[in-house]
């Protein structure tokens, strides 16, 4: 019954790697611009990436050149890779399906009020 499930958090070292996933189903497949944000504790929910179904993406400047957003069709599931992390990059991470906007989809939009479809998240926690 849930149409957007995050995996692929955990704790990782300064530096390192981590893929997380977003199964979609039910009413998420419709959703043809999907997002990943994160919030850290105390702080407001952030825009980290999106990509529309032309494979348009966007990057928040603080993921551009480390993080890549990315989707498997077949099998409905978007891929956020992080590389390079930081301390800073901890958060609870989620994706969302963006709303609806008439006939298309806008990758450009970073911004979570602009979502309505969303999962319950996976934490990542970086350390020093």
């Known amino acids: 019954q849930v149409p957007l499930v995050e995996s692929g958090g955990g704790s990782v070292q300064d530096g390192g790697s981590l893929r997380l996933s977003c199964v979609l189903s039910g009413v998420a497949t419709g959703r043809r611009c999907i997002g990943w944000f994160r919030q850290a504790s105390g702080k407001e929910r952030q825009g980290v990436a999106t990509v529309n179904e032309n494979d348009l993406t966007k990057y928040a400047d603080s993921a551009k050149g480390r993080f890549t957003i990315s989707r498997d069709n077949a099998k409905n599931i978007v891929f956020l890779h992080m590389n390079s992390l930081k301390p800073e990059d901890t958060a609870m991470y989620y994706c969302?399906?963006?709303?609806?906007?008439?006939?298309?989809?806008?990758?450009?939009?970073?911004?979570?009020?602009?979502?309505?479809?969303w999962g319950q998240g996976t934490q990542v926690t970086v350390s020093s």
């Open positions: 969302a399906g963006q709303s609806y906007f008439g006939g298309r989809w806008y990758p450009q939009y970073l911004n979570p009020n602009d979502y309505s479809l």
